[in-house]
């Protein structure tokens, strides 16, 4: 993470499975300082960090919710309202509860190097 980002920040991983989107969370969260094992949230669905200097992290993984309005059941206002970096797989089974001044970044497979990705920001 760069010097400029500063909690609160939403961050949106979207990528079909296997794109690396939990990879990537663990390398965002050794940047930003945490310190704890960063691993997938799926059945959990949440994972916070309070290792970092910086601020909390929450790792939402919402391949399991099937509306939006299910995001209720794990505190979703108060972890978008809570001064933390927020990184969430899966962003668009939020709906339009995800924050506008999200930050998209996408993953995809590179069709001619199954072992590297693009990544989209922005």
Do not use: F
């Not at 949230?41 to 290792?51: D, F, G, I, Q, R």
């Not at 108060?78 to 996408?106: N, S, Y």
Request: charged letters at 20%; glycine letters at 8%; aromatic letters at 6%.
């Amino acid at each position: 993470m760069g010097r400029d980002a500063r909690a609160p920040l939403v961050i949106a991983l979207a990528g079909e499975l296997g794109t690396g989107k939990t990879t990537l969370v663990q390398a965002i969260c050794r940047g930003y300082g945490v310190t704890e094992d960063v691993t997938s949230p799926t059945y959990a669905l949440v994972h916070e960090y309070t290792s970092s200097p910086r601020s909390t992290v929450y790792h939402l993984d919402l391949y399991r919710v099937e509306r939006s309005d299910e995001l209720q059941n794990i505190g979703w206002d108060d972890i978008i309202a809570a001064h933390a970096l927020i990184l969430v797989e899966w962003p668009e089974r939020a709906g339009a509860q995800l924050p506008a001044d999200h930050v998209p970044i996408t993953l995809d497979y590179l069709t001619d190097d199954p072992a590297r990705r693009l990544v989209l920001a922005g």
